[in-house]
């Protein structure tokens, strides 16, 4: 199994900046994609951002030129550097990780963590 635990988080102004960090363990032959996802209450989980082993990353329209993403594949960590917060990024934002598992057959699996809240206030 797959452990995925964040930290960072909080409240800030409009305006400010905040880190997130997330790092997997476990029993997993390697880590492929890891990202964040947020969700706003009474809205869809919605991507943020993703990152893969090979350092290519995506963003969402809406945090592009104001959110970075970054992995360090030794630890299996990921950090989202979030700057110029907007009361709109206010959500629990959740970090993703899809591991390659070995087992009698290697298989792709998706994992979750427990979610870190983020809230902008105006």
């Known amino acids: 199994q797959v452990h995925v635990v964040e930290s960072g988080g909080g409240l800030v102004q409009a305006g400010g900046s905040l880190r997130l960090s997330c790092a997997a363990s476990g029993s997993f032959f390697s880590i492929n994609t890891m990202g964040w996802y947020r969700q706003a209450p009474g809205k869809q989980r919605e991507l943020v951002a993703t990152?893969?082993?090979?350092?290519?990353?995506n963003y969402a329209d809406s945090v592009k030129g104001r959110f970075t993403i970054s992995r360090d594949n030794a630890k299996n960590t990921v950090v989202l550097q979030m700057n110029s917060l907007k009361p709109e990024d206010t959500a629990g934002y959740y970090c993703?990780?899809?591991?390659?598992?070995?087992?009698?057959?290697?298989?792709?699996?998706?994992?979750w963590g427990q979610g870190t809240q983020v809230t902008v206030s105006s």
């Open positions: 993703y990780v899809n591991a390659r598992i070995r087992s009698a057959i290697y298989y792709d699996a998706q994992y």
């Open positions: 990152i893969t082993s090979g350092g290519s990353t």
